[in-house]
């Protein structure tokens, strides 16, 4: 069964292709077919200019590619080490994008922890430099400006109130999950970010593959194109997959589904509440109250450690961009 979508909002005739499982069971996904790749639409522009077009990509994750651009530019640029003051800000701009996406979902569930989430995502990336929907605040290197420490010690004082409202919403999904395991028949890889102690992170810089809880390899962003290989190369659906365990074996999913199968949260309400998860049906709904949950409580431990970092005289101004230059790479 296919679905055209109106095709005054999509003139290039995205589909949803609706199939049924095994067991009968109806599932639906984007066919993106019809759709440009946007690797063509980059050749000849500067490097500064690819990722301002990369970040217009999606109106819904514009500042996941931001971030994604900026680490790539970092690689390719002579640029120092980035400093911890500019990673805790880039973590700080993730993680509000993460909080406010999820939010949106929670207001059906609970509409006031669902608002007050929205409210708090807002001052996350306020204070970490982007108040507007496009982000502006990582640059090769660093960050564009420091953060204003009274944004930050404003963010501080209502970070409370925001975890009482996503440890509500993670009880709430955990109280109502399916009383069957809705994922159980999913027979391909958790695919998802883990920081250099191993521990699962949504701004982590390496990759865990997983299969059944089991972790099946661990490897550097600088060898995804060894790792990942497309089944449909140059297609805008390409449907990528481990190389090492060939299109039919390693198809792979992500998203907070795959982020909670990888290895136990670092943060104490998150974990508990992660571990009633894997003992359950492991649902979609709760694992998104659970992230959050786990990106509200390092947050309040990254805005602390930025306002001593920000404390007067501490750092330099920060860089003009003007002062990257780029090496060719792949």
Not at 27 to 51: T, W
Not at 72 to 82: G, H, I, K, P, V
Request: glycine share 8%; proline share 6%.
């Amino acid at each position: 069964m296919k679905i055209n979508l109106d095709e005054i909002i999509d003139p290039l005739e995205g589909r949803v292709v609706v199939s049924p499982d095994s067991q009968g069971q109806a599932h639906a996904r984007f066919d993106l077919q019809g759709l440009p790749r946007i690797d063509g639409m980059l050749v000849g522009k500067s490097a500064l200019e690819a990722l301002k077009m990369t970040e217009h990509l999606c109106g819904i994750c514009p500042v996941a590619h931001h971030l994604a651009g900026i680490r790539a530019l970092d690689t390719l640029s002579d640029s120092a080490q980035l400093s911890r003051a500019a990673e805790l800000t880039r973590r700080l701009l993730h993680y509000g994008s993460v909080v406010e996406t999820h939010s949106l979902r929670f207001l059906r569930q609970d509409r006031d922890s669902g608002i007050t989430l929205k409210k708090i995502s807002k001052k996350m990336l306020i204070a970490a430099g982007s108040p507007g929907h496009f982000p502006t605040t990582a640059v090769p290197g660093g960050v564009r400006n420091w953060p204003n420490i009274e944004d930050l010690k404003t963010l501080q004082k209502d970070l409370s109130g925001a975890l009482t409202s996503a440890e509500k919403l993670c009880e709430l999904a955990l109280n109502i999950q399916p009383k069957t395991a809705v994922f159980s028949q999913f027979a391909g890889i958790d695919l998802a970010l883990i920081n250099e102690d191993g521990d699962p992170d949504i701004f982590g810089n390496r990759v865990r593959a997983a299969r059944a809880g089991s972790t099946w390899k661990e490897f550097d962003f600088s060898q995804w194109n060894q790792q990942i290989t497309e089944d449909n190369p140059g297609a805008p659906a390409p449907r990528p997959y481990l190389t090492g365990l060939g299109a039919k074996e390693g198809g792979y999913r992500v998203g907070p589904v795959a982020q909670l199968s990888v290895g136990l949260l670092p943060s104490e309400l998150a974990s508990a509440a992660q571990v009633r998860w894997l003992a359950a049906s492991r649902d979609a709904a709760s694992a998104r109250a659970i992230i959050t949950l786990h990106v509200l409580e390092r947050t309040v431990a990254l805005v602390s450690e930025l306002i001593d970092l920000l404390a007067p005289g501490q750092l330099e101004d920060c860089p003009p961009v003007e002062q990257a230059r780029f090496k060719e790479g792949v």
